[in-house]
């Protein structure tokens, strides 16, 4: 799990050479920052990258660095697909809308949302492995 503090001050003294886009796993532009570092364009805008991860908040942190990756799924073939929303009238002149029992939310959205109940502490990384794993079985 990446730490905000740590990213911070890596882009603040070591940003020049793009240190810090290596340790949150963002290796391309970690290259790019060392063929510019001559440039010293690399070292300003570092800078500020680091002012800005020391002053965002820690869940905005852990949700732009620390999301699980999950790979997408094209909906049009069989993962993730979604039913068709059927109308009804149940003869009060209401329609209600009902959906078929095959309509399930996408897998990479039950993860995210266990991710969310993980870091506000209402899961533990245990539970949210066990639950994860589950979940990616039955695909």
């Given at each position: ?37 001559w440039t010293l364009i690399p ?38 697909q979604q039913a068709i929303n ?54």
């Open positions: 799990m990446k730490n905000k503090t740590t990213a911070g001050l890596l882009a603040i003294f070591l940003g020049w050479l793009g240190v810090h886009k290596f340790y949150l796993d963002r290796t391309a532009q970690g290259i790019l920052y060392i063929v510019f570092m070292l300003i805008v570092s800078i500020i990258e680091g002012i800005i991860y020391l002053t965002m908040s820690e869940e905005a942190f852990n949700l732009k660095y620390n999301m699980p990756k999950i790979p997408f799924v094209y909906p049009g073939f069989g993962v993730g059927v109308n009804v009238n149940n003869g009060g002149g209401n329609l209600e809308t009902h959906k078929s029992p095959t309509d399930k939310v996408p897998v990479s959205e039950q993860i995210q949302k266990l991710y969310k109940l993980k870091l506000e502490g209402v899961l533990t990384e245990d539970e949210f492995v066990e639950k994860k794993k589950k979940m990616l079985e039955a695909i």
